[in-house]
């Protein structure tokens, strides 16, 4: 027990220090004597090397390895279901799309059957109409089925019957469009990794994320584009969202076909260079990172984004490798292991 408490005192006490290091250097124990520095300020074991030595090198080493709108209101700016149905009606979920494309449907036949209430002994029936009949009898008529047992005999129910029977073909190729829209709009498929790690092989820090290509089909010329979203003040004292690229050792991939690890070099040019944790928490920084590209068995361009917030970033840390060569000659890929990461 008192080991297990030991144990998890030193890992806060980790990530406390971790908190306060720039993310470029290794974070030192509160019993560890810092390194003396030579002449001019400089460690004697500190790598210094310049940003495209950097990226060259760690480029080597991982060949050699080979997320709301919900929470934002906005004031002065009317987002009116009708003036942009079509958009609510993709990007609604399945649940509330069936929700209200049923509540619609039971409207529409209620209105009509309340048409037909109006005049009820100008529809034939064997016995006395009642609302419930009137409902199934708009039913029919909106759906062309007509089985024969009701039908209008006067010039008010032919009229309200051809205005139902068109109202119905409007819905009908409309409801039609919306539901093949929702079925063939390309999805990306990518796979995020669930944190992002500062990896320090090698002496060369690095900002690393996986993504992995979820479908058998691979995805063709992948773009991939990392940036550092910050809440900085400008010179008029204007709170305003900045976007610092973050250079990657490697953003064009002409073929995702499984796993890959995007890594972004923390050199002098970085905008994350001599930041600590404690600073990019403070401005709200995230990691915003966008994908884009060509799924080879729908031919349609696909797109992915998330972000990370520094609370997601594990410093001293490397992804655990998912690819392996099985005995019988074959590749395996383990995504059960997508998101573990280990110390190093």
């Known amino acids: 027990m008192k080991s297990l408490w030991q144990r998890m005192k030193e890992q806060r006490t980790a990530r ?66 009708w003036t942009d149905f079509y958009h609510h009606a993709l990007t609604a979920s399945w649940g509330t799309f069936a929700c209200f494309a049923f509540i619609f449907y ?10 037909y209430w109006v005049k009820p002994e100008q529809v034939t ?78 002496g060369v820090p690095a900002l690393c994320i996986r993504i992995a290509n979820m479908r058998m089909s691979v995805i063709l010329s992948l773009d991939v584009e990392v940036a550092l979203s910050r809440l900085v003040m400008s010179e008029n004292g204007h709170l305003v969202r900045q976007f610092d690229q973050l250079a990657l050792v490697q953003s064009h991939f002409p073929v995702l076909r499984f ?32 994908v884009t590209g060509t799924d080879e068995a729908l031919g349609q361009t696909v797109f992915a984004r998330t972000a990370y917030r520094f609370t997601h970033v594990r410093h001293n840390h490397r992804f655990v490798d998912i690819v392996l060569s099985r005995p019988d000659g ?15």
């Not at 790598?47 to 929470?71: V, Y």
């Not at 995007?262 to 944790?277: Q, Y």
């Open 259 to 290: 796993a890959f690890v995007m890594a972004h070099v923390i050199g002098p040019e970085s905008p994350l260079h001599g930041k600590t944790v404690a600073e990019l928490e403070h401005e709200g920084a995230e990691i915003v990172v966008t």
């Open 125 to 202: 029936a064997d016995g006395q109409h009642t609302l419930l009949s009137l409902f199934f009898f708009s039913v029919q008529t909106l759906s062309t089925v007509g089985y024969g047992g009701m039908a209008p005999v006067g010039l008010y129910a032919h009229t309200v019957v051809s205005f139902e029977v068109l109202v119905g073909m409007m819905i009908n190729a409309l409801s039609t469009g919306v539901v093949f829209a929702r079925f063939a709009r390309p999805r990306a498929r990518i796979l995020f990794s669930n944190t992002a790690v500062i990896s320090n092989e090698n």
């Open 16 to 81: 406390r220090i971790a908190k306060y290091t720039p993310l470029g250097e290794e974070p030192q124990a509160p019993d560890q004597p810092a390194p003396k520095k030579a002449a001019g300020g400089k460690s004697p074991n500190k790598l210094h090397l310049t940003t495209k030595d950097a990226m060259r090198r760690f480029k080597a080493h991982a060949m050699m390895e080979e997320k709301s709108h919900d929470e934002v209101v906005r004031v002065g700016l009317r987002d009116s279901f």
């Open 106 to 115: 039971i409207a529409v036949n209620l209105f009509f059957a309340l048409l």
């Open 330 to 344: 074959r590749i395996a890929v383990d995504y059960t292991r997508f998101h573990d990461i280990e110390e190093h």
